[in-house]
């Protein structure tokens, strides 16, 4: 059996194997993250184009609840709409083809592991054990069955990143053209994909100076700024609609993520952060120590989401190669590196409160299949009885699929009673009356995107002092306010030890903790 007949095997048993968790364990899209793309696409099939029908943020304060989306990007939502507009489901009832163009994204990731396990000159077993590993690490497997950014951003960044690396190696306008085509993807589906940029600026610097050295050979330099000018023409209609929409390429929060001192100033009310704002609220000790938390915190993140064997192999992949000074596999391997390094000066260092809000977690995972060749060529050099060998990557696949089936089942059984919870509270929210008489039912919570799922509209709880939250209710025709509200404003309210006469309860959900306080007009 040839080589290339084995790795579209481990694809196609990639894939049944996404398949068959989603039908055992998946009935709800995924929370949060997957939820939205999962209610954007909805909309989209609808008519109403990139809206949402809800506020989650405040960076710019939208003009009513169905608005333009001004933060997430597209890409997710069109991959969940595509198969959807073949055959509908009800309101609040899944359709699982939606799941369906991520886990065929997510069984191509294991060719982008084989391809960079080549690119490091490993033999065909090391090279398919890279692809095996990649198909079942269970942080990737999980992220198959949710409508989310995760996997479509790691096979284009991974794509992206290699044509880059074998363009520069092997010259060719074609591998630059692939690269920006990808990266312009990889822009569409997570904002941080522009770390490429300086990624692939850093790469080609070294490359340069290893060739200058005598190290490699000179790099291919000539077409290099293909790949740039290609991802911004392919990324240029989205710019162009958020100029037309908000007057900017991008997002407002983008201007102000910098200077967050909580994670909760995610959802400020039209507020501004500077460097005043920050240097005022934390002490110069406070602020170091924040990063220098988050950075650890992102060392953890790498280690849970190669899982197991592959955290000892991957790092010791590297050390060897460091030990060796094997610099044309050093270069091979450096851009995946370099992007690693950027996401942690980018998320630990520069914007700690996204990192702990989980964009450095996706960051990690986005770079995985990248890194696991190291770990392939660890057991390549390390271990050289083949059987020894074979028997360490069988058994390490064996675990990382066991993870990956039993991290699925429990995030599906989470989800599921939270959607069972969420379902209740629609049937009860259902019949409140109309409290300010405009004709909508609109809530204050902490989750809108499943609100929306259930059918219901709401906004967030902004990060405010109460009489501004409740302007802010009022501003946009909030009747009742969902407890429990994980903010501060309502710490008094929630314990009991304060009333407030602009809050009136109105009843309960039986079977949760859910309740529901009347806004007085």
Sequence with gaps: MSTRTRLILIVLGAFVFRALLAALFVRFPGIADPNFYYNSSLRLLDGHGFTIDYIWNYAQAPASVVHPEDLWMPLASVLAAVPQAFYRTAEGVFNPLSLLPFMVLGSLLPIVSFWGARLLRLADGPALYAAAAAAVIPELVLNSVRTDTTIPTALFVGVAALSFVKGLRDGGAGWMILAGVMSGLAYLTRNDALLLLPGYLVFAIVAWWAGRRGWTERPHLRWALLAPLVMLLAVSPWLARNYAAFGTLGSAETRKMFFYTDNLDH?????????????????????????????????????????????????????????????????????????????????????PFKAQAGSLK????????????????????????????????????????????????????????????????????????????????????????????????????????????????????????????????????????????????????????????????
């Design 267 to 351: 959802y400020a009310y039209d507020r501004e952060f500077t460097l005043e704002t920050l240097l005022a609220a934390k002490t110069p000790t406070e602020l170091i120590g924040k990063r220098l938390f988050e950075f650890a915190a992102g060392i953890k993140l790498i280690i849970e989401g190669l899982g197991g064997f592959l955290a000892v192999a991957v790092p010791g992949g590297l050390i060897l190669l460091l030990a060796r000074r094997d610099k044309p596999r050093l270069l091979a391997i450096a851009l995946p590196l370099i992007l690693l390094l950027g996401a942690f000066i980018a998320y630990p260092l520069l914007i």
């Design 362 to 521: 996706k960051e990690i995972l986005v770079l995985l299949p990248l890194l696991v060749p190291l770990g392939a060529y660890a057991l390549q050099e390390a271990v050289p009885n083949v059987r020894i060998r074979f028997g360490a990557m069988a058994l390490s696949v064996v675990l990382l699929a066991a993870g990956a089936f039993d991290l699925v089942r429990l995030d599906g059984a989470f989800a599921q009673g939270y959607l069972q919870s969420a379902q209740k509270l629609a049937a009860e929210a259902q019949n409140l009356p109309d409290a300010n008489n405009d004709g909508e039912l609109v809530f204050m919570a902490q989750d809108p995107y499943m609100l929306r799922y259930v059918g219901l509209h709401s906004i967030m709880y902004p990060h405010e002092d109460l009489d501004t939250t409740l302007e802010v209710a009022r501003r946009y025709g909030v009747d009742y306010l969902l407890f429990p509200a994980d903010r501060p404003q309502f710490a008094a309210v929630q314990n009991g030890t304060a009333t407030d006469s602009r809050l009136i309860p109105a009843g309960g959900v039986a079977g949760t903790n859910f309740s529901f306080l009347r806004v007085e007009p």
